[in-house]
């Protein structure tokens, strides 16, 4: 299968590219991303055929059908990594929490979001991949929180890959940084900066544009490369829990073959959505795709009026903070896929100029077709935390943004999917705060709260963090950041 680009080809690079292309090197002519060619068709004999695979099973043959260009012992162990998961039987529990309700827990994985669910398998496709070519990358990752954990945690003590990983000090919860600053392999650097997360974030695009650090690189013999989620890499693995957990439904008997249901996502840059998107156009039988936002509500916008405009809005901090999002990446390629090239490259380019675009009407109609969203307030979001803890549910603040769409955006009285993409521990203020009104805990004070009124004890994952120790100390000014990668390498 090859891969093309989601804003047409600028002569330069090549008109189709190799999956392992496109994930070691994922920005395509003009600033565009690759997408597939075509998708594989699945349809219902490919299910039926799958009731009662093991994931590691079902994701093998979803890959296989890609036909990408990676060899089946690379595959094989980088699927091998769903076995540290809670339960390697099954890594992605599917939990009812009422009648038509089920929720599809993404977090059981190292670091405790989900994240995890590509970035653990992604980290061994592209070790191998270096390993082959024999050279070395360095991966470039910004993070306000989750996905910083997962990359360090995916790439420590792999060959030919060394990571370096901004943060910023003080913008994440406890948890999170000890997560970061307590990895102690060689090939890992950690930095905190004086600053937001939007700091970090320019500091990356700008090393990841500079000619003169890639040059400063390349004496080295070291390709630059980061593990944000316009990677494909990221977005072929997170197709699969769409599948494994429609066929969940169909194993525990909630519905029967060919039912449709709605899938229930909180999206920050829709790589999660995008994994529904793709399911469902290879032949999953899904109603909608319902998008679950917080304040930084521009997917909502989209969605429900055409409008992606970020003229007169500016990222607000929520106690969803993965999904702060106001740029989302992979929302091109949907565009793409429904619209075509030209339309994508015009889109994008009022985007990037004007901060701003807008569908005409029968492409807005043509997205709710697939698409119904809503957005949910941190208040509101408290409200399902208790509401949802009362009837035996325990979830974090990013899982009860979808609990809000699935009671506003569903016109049909179908099984939804909600996912959740962190488990409480990893923002255990916000939910203390909802369960027993607490407020300004710490993230330790918080973890024994919610694990007294919930009787459940913090997994030792998470409570060893506090007594580890803090091998990465670096915090220094963005200007120094260059530097700082420099000597590390
Ligand atoms: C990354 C993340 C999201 C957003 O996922 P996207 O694929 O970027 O839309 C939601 N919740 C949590 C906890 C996350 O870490």
Not at 106 to 131: C, E, I
Not at 230 to 257: A, K, P, T, W
Request: proline share 4%.
């Amino acid at each position: 299968m090859n891969f093309i680009e989601t804003r047409g080809n600028d002569g330069e690079h090549p008109l189709k590219v190799s999956f392992s292309s496109a994930i070691l090197a994922p920005i395509a002519s003009f600033g565009g991303i690759y997408i597939p060619e075509c998708l594989p068709q699945l349809g219902e004999d490919f299910l039926q055929k799958h009731v009662n695979s093991g994931y590691k099973t079902l994701a093998k043959a979803v890959l296989e059908a890609f036909e990408i260009d990676i060899e089946s012992e690379v595959i094989d162990e980088a699927l091998s990594l769903y076995d540290h998961f809670d339960d390697p039987a099954n890594p992605v529990p599917l939990v009812k929490v009422k009648h038509d309700l089920y929720v599809s827990e993404l977090y059981h994985g190292p670091t405790r979001a989900f994240k995890d669910m590509a970035l653990q398998p992604f980290g061994v496709v592209l070790s191998s991949l270096a390993q082959k070519r024999n050279e070395n990358y360095l991966i470039m990752a910004a993070t306000s929180g989750d996905t910083g954990p997962a990359a360090l945690e995916t790439f420590k003590n792999r060959a030919n890959v060394q990571v370096a990983c901004l943060y910023p000090d003080g913008g994440t919860s406890d948890v999170q940084r000890l997560q970061m600053v307590t990895e102690d392999a060689e090939n890992l650097k950690v930095i905190g900066i004086h600053g937001d997360f939007d700091d970090a974030q320019n500091a990356l695009k700008r090393l990841l544009g500079s000619a003169a650090f890639k040059a400063k690189l390349k004496e080295k013999n070291i390709h630059l490369s980061a593990a944000n989620s316009v990677n494909f890499g990221r977005i072929i693995f997170q197709l699969i829990y769409h599948i494994y957990s429609y066929l969940e439904l169909l194993r525990q008997d909630v519905i029967s073959m060919g039912e449709k249901v709605y899938l229930d996502v909180p999206s920050g840059n829709f790589g999660n959505a995008l994994g529904g998107y793709y399911a469902m156009k290879m032949g999953l039988p899904v109603e909608k795709i319902l998008i679950a936002s917080n304040k930084n509500n521009v997917l909502t916008q989209l969605i429900k009026y055409g409008q992606y405009d970020l003229r007169n809005m500016s990222v607000v901090s929520t106690s969803s903070p993965a999904m702060d999002i106001l740029k989302s990446s992979n929302v091109e390629r949907i565009l793409c896929d429904m619209f075509g090239t030209e339309r994508t490259k015009e889109l994008m380019a009022n985007l990037d100029n004007d901060n701003h675009y807008e569908l005409s009407a029968a492409e807005l109609a043509q997205f709710q077709t697939i698409f119904a969203a809503d957005f949910c307030e941190d208040e509101e979001g408290k409200q399902y935390i208790k509401e949802a803890f009362n009837g035996g549910y325990l979830m974090d603040p990013h899982t009860a943004t979808c609990f809000k769409a699935y009671d506003t955006c569903r016109d049909k009285p179908l099984t939804t999917i909600a996912y959740s993409t962190a488990e409480w521990t990893k923002f255990s203020p916000t939910i203390a705060n909802a369960l027993t009104g607490e407020l300004d805990t710490s993230d330790i004070d918080a973890l024994k709260s919610i694990a007294k009124e919930a009787n459940i004890s913090i997994p030792d994952i998470i409570s060893g963090l506090f007594d580890k120790d803090v091998t990465q100390k670096t915090v220094i000014n963005k200007q120094d950041i260059e530097q700082e990668i420099l000597a590390f390498l």
